[in-house]
């Protein structure tokens, strides 16, 4: 896995025949900037683009998100119902996991080498080119337990 700069993701999105326009920089930018721990939906990057006075479209947003999830630049995160944020594919050591609560969504990262290995071993042995390995645990945090428990 590679983290992209400006130029080399422009250089690999020439090689697929794909433009880094001042929109799709504008939003890498975005979340190369942002701190760790922090996941952007697509609405909050509109909202985001909007305060910076950069009208993108939604549609154009989503587009661009989807995109960027599959060429292994942003990882995808699925949180409950479907809600969908988004934060740049970091390499090792910043490579990270996600524990997320199902009832309020809170999220916590935690890093797990063996997890990243088996990952790029499983990948490597089927020769296949690994973009991304990652964990959701989908659980119910302490405070929602405790909000669930009978009064
Ligand atoms: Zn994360
Ligand atoms: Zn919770």
């Not at 979340?31 to 993108?56: D, M, N, T, V, W």
């Not at 990243?116 to 959701?136: F, S």
């Amino acid at each position: 896995m590679s983290v992209y700069t400006a130029a080399s993701l422009k250089a690999e999105l020439n090689e697929r025949g794909w433009r880094l326009t001042p929109q799709r920089e504008t939003i890498l930018e975005i979340f190369q900037k942002l701190p760790q721990g922090e996941h952007l939906s697509a609405e909050e990057l509109y909202e985001r683009l909007e305060h910076e006075g950069e009208g993108i479209s939604l549609s154009t947003i989503y587009r661009t998100l989807k995109l960027m999830a599959r060429m292994g630049i942003l990882r995808e995160l699925e949180l409950g119902e479907g809600h969908k944020h988004y934060e740049i594919n970091q390499p090792h050591p910043h490579h990270h996991h996600h524990l997320i609560c199902t009832r309020c969504n809170s999220t916590i990262e935690f890093k797990n080498d063996s997890i990243l290995k088996i990952g790029a071993k499983t990948a490597q042995k089927e020769g296949y080119q690994l973009l991304d390995c990652q964990l959701t645990i989908h659980a119910v945090c302490p405070k929602c337990q405790r909000a669930l428990m009978p009064m």
